[in-house]
């Protein structure tokens, strides 16, 4: 039994991480638009973004996606 749960539980406890979808920038232009944050990340709101676009250009850059992911408004990938 224990040896079955030393199995189990590690796989369990990863399925989240593996299921997260990867942030991508689909458009290629360096920052990430509200339909590419939504996309790795359904549960962010559009508020949410606007909030994490300090310089509110409608994107976030590299910048501003470490500090969201600093801020917890974000979840780290890896």
């Keep these: 039994m224990k040896k079955t749960a030393l199995i ?3 796989a ?3 399925t989240p991480l593996l299921a997260e ?3 991508v920038d689909a458009d290629g232009n360096g920052t990430y638009s509200y ?3 939504s996309a790795a990340h359904p549960d962010v709101s559009e508020d949410a973004f606007a ?3 300090a310089n509110g250009d ?3 850059d590299a910048d501003e996606l470490a500090m969201a992911k600093d801020a917890g408004m974000i979840p780290s990938e890896g």
């Design 21 to 23: 979808t990867p942030l």
């Design 12 to 14: 369990l406890l990863a």
């Design 51 to 53: 909030e994490m676009d």
């Design 8 to 10: 189990i539980l590690p």
């Design 35 to 37: 339909n590419e944050i």
């Design 58 to 60: 409608g994107e976030i």
